[in-house]
T-cell receptor, first 112, second 113 residues
Framework: GQQVMQIPQYQHVQEGEDFTTYCNSS?????IQWYKQRPGGHPVFLIQLVKSGEVKKQKRLTFQFGEAKKNSSLHITATQTTDVGTYFC????????????FGTGTRLKVLA | DTAVSQTPKYLVTQMGNDKSIKCEQN?????MYWYKQDSKKFLKIMFSYNNKELIINETVPNRFSPKSPDKAHLNLHINSLELGDSAVYFC????????????FGPGTRLTVL
């Protein structure tokens, strides 16, 4: 089936370091969403990007949609232990789609 | 108030048994989903319903049968459980095309022995 790659698969950082995860598709996307799943928890919606080159910020989190709408990144500045979890992108290939394909996820561990 | 709820939270059963997982959302959303998350944390869509109608069926074995009695409920029945069915099953809902954010339930951890 369809799969959306995220890199890296795992990342361990010291508290205070920055972190970035990348989401890549071989096909042009209509939009992309980002979710966070804490250990033992469920995915929680963070943001949606729709426009080419779009950049959105939420406090220490910066989300970017590529110019070609085939990739996206999530950057966390100065990580904290509360940032621990798995970050997923979810891609929508067509406008108004009911179906989102989730990326393979990046597991972040933050060492205090 | 819980937006998307699932029961049971844990389900341990023998191979060959039949089991059901229930999902309810009190958000008034039109669309509901079932996802399967395996041990490697991959999240795969299984089914999607919109206003009680099946929209997406992602090549899931016939042993899995979703049922939506009304817009607020989407249940999942699994026949003849197999070892490979062990996973966490998440229900999710979405308001509409214009409001795409998906709200996930807490998950049901199914273990087949």
């Amino acid at each position: 089936g369809q799969q959306v790659m995220q890199i890296p698969q795992y990342q361990h950082v010291q508290e205070g370091e920055d972190f970035t995860t990348y989401c890549n598709s071989s096909t042009t996307l209509s939009n992309i969403q980002w979710y966070k799943q804490r250990p033992g928890g469920h995915p929680v919606f963070l943001i949606q990007l729709v426009k080419s080159g779009e950049v959105k910020k939420q406090k220490r989190l910066t989300f970017q949609f590529g110019e070609a709408k085939k990739n996206s990144s999530l950057h966390i500045t100065a990580t904290q232990t509360t940032d621990v979890g798995t970050y997923f992108c979810a891609v929508g290939y067509t406008s108004g789609t009911y179906k989102y394909i989730f990326g393979t996820g990046t597991r972040l561990k933050v060492l205090a | 108030d819980t937006a998307v709820s699932q029961t049971p939270k844990y389900l341990v059963t023998q191979m060959g048994n039949d089991k059901s997982i229930k999902c309810e959302q009190n958000l008034g959303h039109d669309t509901m989903y079932w996802y399967k998350q395996d041990s490697k944390k991959f999240l795969k869509i299984m089914f999607s319903y919109n206003n009680k109608e099946l929209i997406i069926n992602e090549t899931v074995p016939n042993r899995f049968s979703p049922k939506s009695p009304d817009k607020a409920h989407l249940n999942l029945h699994i026949n003849s459980l197999e070892l490979g069915d062990s996973a966490v099953y998440f229900c999710a809902s979405r308001q509409s095309e214009a409001h795409n954010e998906q709200f996930f339930g807490p998950g049901t951890r199914l273990t087949v022995l």
